[in-house]
């Protein structure tokens, strides 16, 4: 049972990783999110760049699987997720980011053309449309992420504010 307003807030952001709307959370969610990033910028998934989004997908499944999957079912039910989140990276948001990190770098590269490490505000809020992030929501985060202005966004400014949003409810 979900009972603090923080584990409320949490709870909320596991509908962003159930991409199928079922329930749960698995492999298969990870996979679905690879895939429809790679289709929304037409990059194969035997390129390079195609098998690092799916090898990060992966990892980050695993990661979130060994901190949120109490009963090993390979399945991480809302209650196993925001357990995980409170009580396994509420203290420690680096954690989280580190998980991410290979899916977050290799979505970065799906979206960034010209291999500069960065993407265009308008790519990035594709990314967050292919992730069900509403259209003015996204442009917010957008917005909010390009911290120095410059209309592109990184590495470094993606994935502490990923960690963030899922570990500090605000």
């Known amino acids: 049972m979900v009972s603090t307003e923080y584990e409320r807030r949490i709870a909320a952001r596991f509908g962003t990783f159930d991409q199928d709307g079922n329930g749960y959370i698995d492999r298969e969610d990870f996979s679905s999110a690879a895939k429809a990033l790679l289709a929304e910028f037409a990059v194969q998934a035997r390129s390079d760049k195609g098998q690092a989004l799916y090898a990060g997908a992966e990892a980050f499944w695993q990661g979130m699987a060994g901190i949120a999957d ?9 209650e196993e997720f925001v357990s995980g989140a409170v009580k396994r990276l509420r203290d420690n948001p ?77």
Request: glycine content about 6%.
């Open 70 to 78: 109490r009963d090993g079912d390979q399945r991480i039910t809302r």
């Open 94 to 170: 680096e954690r989280f980011a580190e998980i991410a990190r290979p899916f977050l770098h290799a979505a970065l590269a799906v979206a960034d053309p010209d291999a500069d490490g960065r993407a265009t505000l308008a790519d990035t809020v594709r990314v967050l449309r292919v992730f069900h992030v509403p259209d003015r929501i996204a442009d917010a985060i957008a917005a909010a992420l390009d911290t120095d202005g410059d209309g592109m966004v990184g590495e470094a400014e993606i994935i502490p504010a990923f960690a963030r949003y899922f570990t500090v409810p605000e």
